[in-house]
C-alpha cells in the first residue's frame, strides 16, 4: 500500500529487498567472480573433463581445451570449435602467444600459478558455503522462501510460463503492481540457483576434496566418481554464468539505476503502467 493507504500503482516507491537478501547478494557476487578466476587457473592446470572415478592424458575427454601448436580448440564430445585468439592459443600482455585454456584476463592469479589459485578458491570456498547456509535458513525462517520465490500452482500451468517466455523475448517486462513480485521465470531461474545450482558446486567442491571424500565417501557415489564430480562442478559455474549475463541483461532493460537502488537501499519505484491503447 502506499503512504495514503491507497491502492499501489506504478510510480510509487516501495521495499523490496531485505537487508539479508541484500547482502547474501553482493557477498555472492564478489566471492563467485573470486572463485570463478581462481577456477579457471585451476582448470588451466588439466584441460579436459571426464565421467567417472579416474581421469588422465590417454583417457577420452568429453571436454577439452587445448591446441595444435599456433591454433586453439574446444572439443566437447568429439565435436572440434576453432577457439583460437580466446581459448587453447591465445596473446598475452607482452604481444607474445601463449598456449593456456582460459586467457589470463579471466584467472586469478593471471599468470600461471596453480598453488596460489587454489589457496583463493578453497578460502573464498567457505566465504560461499557458510553465508549461503545462513541465507537459506533465514530464507526458510522469515517465510521469504515460501512467500516470494516458491511458485503458486496457476503460476505453473504451461500456458502461464509461455505467456511469460514470450512477453520477455518481446522485452515486455513487467511494469505497475506487476513488478513488485517476481514473475515465474525469475521464480524458477532464482530457486534453480538456490537449490540446485549453488548447493550443487558445493557438494561437488567437497566431493573433489580426498580429505572430504575419505570424511563423507557417499559423496564420491552420489555424483559417480571424483572425475564425475569435477564435470558437474564445471557444468555448475557454466550455469552460474550464463544466470549472470542473464540476469545482468534484464537489470539493464529493467533499469539500471532502479534496480540497483533497490538491491542497495531495498527501496524500489514501481515502473508505470503501459499507456492502452484506443
Not at 216 to 228: T, Y
Not at 233 to 240: K, M, P, R, S, T
Amino acid at each position: 500500500m502506499g503512504s495514503d493507504d491507497r491502492p499501489l500503482q506504478g510510480g510509487d516507491l516501495i521495499r523490496r529487498h531485505r537487508l539479508s537478501t541484500r547482502l547474501w547478494h553482493w557477498v555472492n557476487a564478489a566471492v563467485l567472480v573470486v572463485m570463478l578466476g581462481s577456477g579457471l587457473m585451476i582448470f588451466n592446470a588439466h584441460p579436459r573433463l571426464y565421467w567417472g572415478q579416474y581421469g588422465a592424458n590417454p583417457d577420452p575427454a568429453w571436454l577439452e581445451i587445448g591446441n595444435d601448436g599456433a591454433e586453439g580448440y574446444l572439443r566437447v564430445a568429439g565435436a572440434e570449435i576453432p577457439t583460437t585468439g580466446l581459448l587453447g592459443v591465445w596473446t598475452g600482455h607482452d604481444g607474445q602467444p601463449t598456449a593456456r585454456a582460459f586467457p589470463g584476463w579471466a584467472t586469478i592469479p593471471s599468470t600461471y600459478n596453480l598453488a596460489l589459485a587454489r589457496r583463493w578458491h578453497l578460502t573464498f570456498a567457505w566465504v560461499f558455503a557458510v553465508p549461503l547456509v545462513l541465507y537459506a535458513v533465514w530464507s526458510l525462517a522469515n517465510g521469504h522462501l515460501r512467500r516470494d520465490l516458491w511458485p503458486k500452482r496457476r503460476e505453473m500451468r504451461p500456458r502461464h510460463i509461455l505467456r511469460d517466455a514470450a512477453d520477455h523475448a518481446r522485452l515486455r517486462l513487467p511494469r505497475g503492481t506487476k513488478a513488485a513480485r517476481y514473475n515465474i521465470l525469475q521464480k524458477l531461474s532464482y530457486l534453480a540457483v538456490m537449490i540446485l545450482l549453488l548447493p550443487g558446486m558445493v557438494l561437488t567442491g567437497f566431493a573433489m576434496s580426498p580429505a572430504m571424500a575419505a570424511a563423507w565417501p557417499w559423496l564420491l557415489d552420489i555424483f559417480g566418481g571424483r572425475q564425475s564430480a569435477r564435470s558437474l562442478h564445471f557444468v555448475f559455474a557454466a550455469a552460474l554464468v550464463l544466470f549472470f549475463v542473464v540476469h545482468v541483461a534484464m537489470v539493464l532493460l529493467a533499469g539500471p539505476v532502479n534496480e540497483l537502488r533497490s538491491m542497495v537501499t531495498g527501496r524500489f519505484r514501481l515502473p508505470p503502467e503501459r499507456e492502452r491503447r484506443g
